[in-house]
């Protein structure tokens, strides 16, 4: 089975390039204090619209270029609860060829009691596929920790978080029996921060497949801040471990996908306006195109001119939208599972 599914991530691997960050400026760092003034002075006096370089505008582009290089240490939001989404709903179900989707969307008690209802469902899924590309960023480590129990043991060690010097690790462990321990596959991309990355984090170290792109590395615990003007500055005062094999607690950073698989933004957020519209199963599986076979030659028809006179007749009809990476993701999930060992 190894060897199966080394050759399944190698193929479908094959398939798409990483695309990963710019890297600061070089050059910059290698200056002090001083010469960064004296770069600063020049502009000042020789800029042909030197007028612009005011106070105000430098001290924006010195927290912008903070922010930047901090990446996800700090977050400046617009407004108090902004964290929150109120856009798309977590979703379960199972699609046609029998593969259970859960869609994370707000991280909360309600995410959690989707992803029960399709684990319980009437005929089990065969195999599990996890959407972690359209939770918003959240700090609710209480609720990821409930949904990782689903997947593992009882009294199993599923995270800590640390907080100030005088705070102890925060551990959160799974408190029930699992309800799934079949092939699991998750899908993240750039997009996948806080503790949404948590649960992917674990979910690989507990033996599941992740594929899409890699995680920006934002699993903190973050104190917020109200500035004067209603912005809220959101601190990383604490980083999340999960432990290692050798028993020991790591601070978590970006994850690497098993297999890499990303696709641009737009086309994320197409496949998730073209699921809401069509179902999750118009974008995961493409149109079965008719065919000509001994049946429509019994019958004495011709089902693909039958096709062809019809889009004729209803004018040309837009390419539909297929979602790449969640293609994959069932794919995998599926060769996976038919070579799990039966119970």
Same mark, same amino acid.
């Given at each position: 089975?190894?060897? &199966?599914?080394?050759?399944?991530?190698?193929?479908?691997?094959?398939?798409?390039?990483?695309?990963?960050?710019?890297?600061?400026?070089?050059?910059?760092?290698?200056?002090?204090?001083?010469?960064?003034?004296?770069?600063?002075?020049?502009?000042?006096?020789?800029?042909?619209?030197?007028?612009? !370089?005011?106070?105000?505008?430098?001290?924006?582009?010195?927290?912008? #270029?903070?922010?930047?290089?901090? +990446?996800?240490?700090?977050?400046?939001?617009?407004? =108090?609860?902004? +964290?929150?989404?109120?856009?798309?709903?977590?979703?379960?179900?199972?699609?046609?060829?029998?593969?259970?989707?859960?869609?994370? #969307?707000?991280?909360?008690?309600?995410?959690?009691?989707?992803?029960?209802?399709?684990?319980? %469902?009437?005929?089990?899924?065969?195999?599990?596929?996890?959407?972690?590309?359209?939770?918003?960023?959240?700090?609710?480590? =209480?609720?990821?920790? %409930?949904? !990782?129990?689903?997947?593992?043991?009882? #009294?199993?060690?599923?995270?800590?978080?640390?907080?100030?010097?005088?705070?102890?690790?925060?551990?959160?462990?799974?408190?029930?029996?699992?309800?799934?321990?079949?092939?699991?596959?998750?899908?993240?991309?750039?997009?996948?921060?806080?503790?949404?990355?948590?649960?992917?984090?674990?979910?690989?170290?507990? $033996?599941?497949?992740?594929?899409?792109?890699?995680?920006? $590395?934002?699993?903190?615990?973050?104190?917020? &801040?109200?500035?004067?003007?209603?912005?809220?500055?959101?601190? #990383?005062?604490?980083?999340?471990?999960?432990?290692?094999?050798?028993?020991?607690?790591?601070?978590?950073?970006?994850?690497?996908?098993?297999?890499?698989?990303?696709?641009?933004?737009?086309?994320?957020? +197409?496949?998730?306006?073209?699921?809401?519209?069509?179902?999750?199963?118009?974008?995961?599986?493409?149109?079965?195109?008719?065919?000509?076979?001994? %049946?429509?030659?019994?019958?004495?028809?011709?089902?693909?001119?039958?096709?062809?006179?019809?889009?004729?007749?209803?004018?040309?009809?837009? /390419?539909?939208?297929?979602?790449?990476?969640?293609?994959?993701?069932?794919?995998?999930?599926?060769?996976?599972?038919?070579?799990?060992? /039966?119970?």
């Amino acid at each position: 089975m190894k060897r &199966f599914l080394m050759t399944v991530l190698v193929a479908v691997g094959m398939q798409a390039n990483h695309v990963r960050a710019e890297a600061p400026d070089p050059l910059v760092d290698q200056m002090d204090a001083a010469q960064i003034q004296e770069v600063i002075q020049i502009l000042r006096d020789q800029y042909i619209r030197n007028h612009e !370089l005011d106070d105000v505008t430098l001290s924006r582009a010195m927290l912008e #270029g903070l922010l930047r290089r901090m +990446e996800h240490g700090v977050m400046l939001q617009a407004a =108090e609860g902004s +964290e929150k989404n109120t856009g798309t709903p977590s979703l379960g179900e199972v699609l046609p060829d029998g593969t259970g989707y859960f869609r994370l #969307g707000t991280l909360d008690a309600d995410a959690v009691t989707v992803l029960d209802k399709l684990l319980a %469902a009437e005929k089990p899924p065969k195999a599990l596929v996890i959407d972690l590309r359209y939770a918003p960023i959240s700090t609710d480590f =209480e609720s990821a920790g %409930a949904l !990782l129990s689903r997947f593992l043991g009882k #009294g199993r060690l599923l995270f800590a978080v640390s907080g100030t010097a005088k705070e102890e690790l925060r551990r959160h462990t799974s408190n029930r029996d699992p309800a799934w321990d079949g092939v699991t596959v998750v899908l993240t991309d750039r997009a996948t921060s806080g503790a949404a990355e948590v649960i992917a984090a674990v979910l690989q170290s507990s $033996g599941a497949l992740v594929i899409g792109d890699k995680t920006p $590395g934002a699993a903190m615990r973050y104190e917020p &801040f109200l500035l004067a003007n209603g912005m809220v500055l959101r601190v #990383g005062v604490g980083d999340v471990r999960i432990e290692t094999k050798a028993g020991e607690l790591k601070a978590l950073g970006p994850i690497e996908p098993n297999v890499y698989f990303p696709i641009s933004p737009s086309l994320k957020e +197409e496949a998730l306006t073209a699921a809401t519209e069509r179902g999750v199963a118009a974008v995961a599986f493409d149109e079965v195109r008719p065919r000509y076979n001994e %049946a429509a030659l019994v019958a004495g028809g011709n089902p693909e001119m039958d096709a062809m006179q019809e889009r004729q007749k209803n004018g040309a009809k837009a /390419k539909a939208v297929i979602d790449l990476q969640l293609q994959r993701a069932i794919d995998l999930a599926n060769a996976a599972a038919v070579f799990q060992p /039966k119970p």
